[in-house]
């Protein structure tokens, strides 16, 4: 199991196009990894602290700060639950389980266009198929694909203390009087 993890861990340390590499948001699809690793709490909608050690070849590294429920959202609207993501701050990047994109009821398969291979994020629906997500190639085999920002809403307990104010949010939500 240790070496999985270390083969995963090297895989997000990979070089970037040059146009990529300060990008916070680039995300590596990887079918060899167990779990989501996001890099930032931003994609949590529900989130527990914890820490955990990850043990590899060179040692080990408290690199897993939590996990919990995150959504991201891929460049072309695709949204991706994901019921157990881990959050690590100091990766290097966020990665991509294949399983998760799965459990979402999307396929994945490759495609080349030219000399050029994509990664295609599919969903069959009225037996038709479609192509919701084109993800290009890193050179040394990996796809990738940008995490855009969630819209996020937030429930906020209130009491209501006076009468004018539960009446004026009863009317705009066209409650009918019982």
């Known amino acids: 199991m240790f070496i999985l993890v270390h083969f995963i ?4 340390d990979e070089p970037l196009p040059q146009e990529l590499a300060s990008e916070e948001n680039i995300c590596i699809i990887d ?18 602290l914890q820490d955990a050690v990850v043990h590899t070849i060179s ?7 939590g996990s919990g429920r995150a ?8 949204k991706v639950d ?12 966020n990665l991509l389980s294949f399983k998760d994109i799965r459990r979402n009821g999307y396929h994945i ?5 030219g000399n050029v291979e994509y990664l295609n994020i599919t969903k069959i629906s009225s037996a038709k198929k479609y192509v919701l997500e084109k993800l290009p190639e890193l050179p040394l085999g990996l796809y990738y694909t940008s995490l855009k920002k969630n819209e ?3 429930v906020v307990e209130q009491k209501f203390t006076n ?6 949010w009863h009317d705009r939500l066209a409650i009918p009087d019982q």
């Open 163 to 168: 009468h004018s104010n539960i009446i004026i």
């Open 9 to 12: 861990l090297k895989r997000m």
């Open 109 to 113: 398969e490759t495609m080349c266009e």
């Open 31 to 48: 079918s060899g990894t167990t779990h989501t690793i996001l890099k930032s709490k931003m994609h949590f909608s529900y989130f527990t």
């Open 71 to 78: 959504t991201i959202m891929l460049p072309c609207g695709t």
């Open 152 to 154: 996020s809403y937030m």
């Open 59 to 65: 040692g080990s590294a408290k690199l897993i700060e």
């Open 82 to 93: 994901i019921n157990k993501a881990l959050y690590s701050p100091k990766s290097q990047r």
